[in-house]
């Protein structure tokens, strides 16, 4: 019998059709939910699928070891422990964070930064929280890792300097890669991953397309947990190229020590083809504490320290040359003929041009003195006058042609051009007419003029090699970490100097003067035959009245500037060495001593591997 016949109620069947209608559209819905879902999204969710089963863990490739001319190593790789999180895989962060706290020493605010930072990122992507655990922090992670899902060890290489703060400002630091970077990077066809970790100054920046490798990665399979099951495929990173570079350890050892509880620089050179031998700038820093992530206090110590110690002086410090300045001086006078090698000029106590008395550092004058004393004496009053015969832009042209003024072009990230003044120069950028009396300071490397350790040393070495001058070079070449050359790096000329060869031998003969002759001022480095010439120099800081020769009575920032330039020996010049003492006094005392311990110990292992090739 059917309940809903002829007879059925009208509401009945408004009901059944309302019914109908409903499951209908439900159905609808769900059919076209799962066509959606099935069809249009099935790669995403395909994708998601398999990112929630099969993770991707990246292997850091190690970077290329850096060496120094003999193959000592200078910058490795060790093994290092990060402390990661997979945000997808954490189910209490509350309970994470606060474990985390109590097994190694991070801060909850620390972990939150991170994570918030990594926030646009793959939540199956893992987000690093500490660098370089120690063994014992690995240790206690290791053990609750059952309870904190999400929570993962990596281990990746970590770099090494094994000489820490002796070449820092050499080889420079990592750091993490920020946003611009990346973007620069991409930029340029290179890519990177945030969190990566990339060179930051030195030899890591200038090097870093080749120091660094290609990273690998390994396909894991994980359980709901995220727990690793197995591992399901692996790629095997590509070690970054190796570099050896131009410096002689042994000798950058002793530049280092030399400069012990001084603030300076210290640059030896080969004159002849423009290798760095030593680049040492004082104080330095351990770059070992930027490979593992520099912690805020060590990053607060380093950059308010009054000294500046990330500064890398031998590039970066801009000081007057002063009387480290009257050799270029003297040849611009020589060859404007403006004075005879022979002619004599009556050097006194002082000078007066105008109103004002320009003093001589000796009290009692030199009396009348050829160019070749007053180098050897480093006369004053000499150099005011011929300065003044020679005015300030023919000056600028020649101390041009030395290198002063414009960087080396070594390489190395933001190496300063120092400042060479001339009449035109001040018309623009201080917006007034070059007064006579300034060339008088200028002709002493005093006054607007600025040089860098960097600049002087190889502006004697060209005077040392005849007068070519050359671009300082601190990379010698490249290989494969197989050992296979990818790149050898030569010898290249920044211009010739524009002196003849007679004026040349002129200012190399008042140079070894300096140091031989009685009345030089570096005499002190007159022992064991070394054959040194050179020039001391004292920069001013701020005027006195008189010069006190205890410096030990004047205060520290009032203390001149002490400078020693010079090569060895002076009939076959092998090194030339710039020292640069801050507020050290006079450069007899404070610089050449540093100076004389470069030469000591680089002429001695060349003097012992000629005797060995014998």
């Known amino acids: 019998m059917s309940y809903v016949g002829d007879k059925e109620p009208r509401e009945l069947r408004e009901r059944l059709f309302l019914v109908k209608a409903v499951l209908f559209i439900s159905f609808f819905v769900l059919a076209s939910r799962f066509w959606y879902l099935q069809v249009m999204e099935r790669l995403e969710f395909a994708e998601l699928s398999r990112t929630n089963r099969i993770r991707l863990v990246n292997t850091t490739a190690p970077r290329g070891l850096i060496f120094d001319r003999s193959g000592l190593r200078l910058a490795e790789n060790r093994p290092g422990f990060d402390l990661s999180v997979i945000p997808e895989d954490v189910r209490d962060w509350e309970k994470t964070k606060k474990t985390l706290t109590e097994l190694v020493r991070i801060e909850p605010r620390t972990i939150e930064a991170r994570i918030e930072k ?33 929570v993962v060890l990596e281990v990746g290489p970590r770099r090494a300097y094994p000489y820490g703060d002796a070449i820092a400002h050499i080889l420079g630091y990592l750091g993490e890669i920020n946003e611009r970077e990346v973007a620069r990077a991409r930029d340029k066809g290179v890519s990177y991953r945030p969190g990566d970790m990339v060179g930051k100054n030195g030899v890591e920046t200038m090097l870093e397309t080749t120091l660094r490798g290609v990273d690998g ?59 760095i031998i030593a680049m040492v700038s004082t104080p330095s820093f351990d770059p070992n504490m930027f490979a593992s992530g520099i912690s805020a206090e060590n990053w607060k110590a380093i950059i308010e320290n009054p000294l ?63 160019v070749h004393s007053a180098i050897v004496e480093s006369s004053d009053t000499f150099f005011y006058q011929v300065g003044l015969k020679v005015g300030v832009d023919r000056l600028a042209r020649y101390a041009k042609s030395f290198g002063f003024g414009t960087s080396t072009g070594m390489g190395l990230k933001d190496e300063k051009p120092g400042l060479v003044p001339s009449s035109e120069w001040k018309k623009r950028a201080l917006g007034e007419r070059w007064y006579t009396g300034e060339t008088i300071s200028i002709s002493v490397g005093q006054g607007y003029m600025l040089a860098t350790p960097m600049q002087l040393v190889a502006a004697y070495a060209a005077i040392a090699n005849g007068g070519k001058l050359l671009k300082p070079r601190i990379v010698e070449r ?36 300096v140091v031989e002759e009685e009345g030089g001022t570096a005499r002190r480095l007159m022992k064991g035959g070394l054959k040194i010439a050179g020039k001391t120099g004292t920069a001013q800081v701020i005027r006195l009245k008189e010069r006190e020769k205890d410096i030990e009575k004047i205060p520290y920032k009032q203390r001149d500037h002490a400078w020693f330039v010079g090569f060895a020996p002076y009939d076959d010049p092998v090194i030339a060495v710039v020292v640069l003492v801050e507020h050290g006094g006079f450069g007899s005392r404070a610089a050449a001593p540093v100076a004389l311990r470069v030469f000591e110990t680089y002429l001695s292992k060349k003097k012992e591997e000629e005797e060995q090739e014998i």
Request: net charge neutral; charged share 30%; glycine share 8%.
């Open 478 to 513: 490249t290989e494969t970490p197989e050992g296979e050359l990818i790149e050898e790096f030569f010898t290249e000329e920044a211009g010739e100097l524009a002196v003849s060869p007679e004026t040349l031998e002129i200012l190399r003969s008042a140079l070894r003067g």
């Open 308 to 370: 500046n110690v990330l500064t890398n002086r031998a590039i970066q410090g801009q000081y007057p040359p002063a009387s480290t300045f009257k050799p270029i001086t003297a040849s611009a006078a020589l060859e404007e003929k403006l004075i005879t090698p022979e002619e004599k000029i009556f050097s006194g106590p002082s000078f007066r041009f105008g109103r004002r008395d320009y003093r001589d550092w000796k009290k009692a004058g030199h009396g009348k003195i050829n």
């Open 217 to 275: 990665g390994r396909h894991t399979e994980v359980d709901a947990l995220g727990r690793e099951i197995k591992t399901v495929s692996k790629i095997p990173p590509e070690p970054g190229n190796n570099t050896f570079l131009t410096i002689d350890l042994p000798t950058q050892l002793i530049a280092r020590d030399a400069m012990s509880g001084k603030a300076g620089a210290v640059v030896a050179m080969e004159p002849r083809t423009g290798r």
């Open 118 to 150: 990594a926030r646009k990122r793959s939540p199956f992507r893992p987000v690093r929280l500490k660098e370089d655990l120690s063994w014992e922090e690995m240790v206690k992670v290791e053990s609750f890792k059952f309870e904190l899902p999400g």
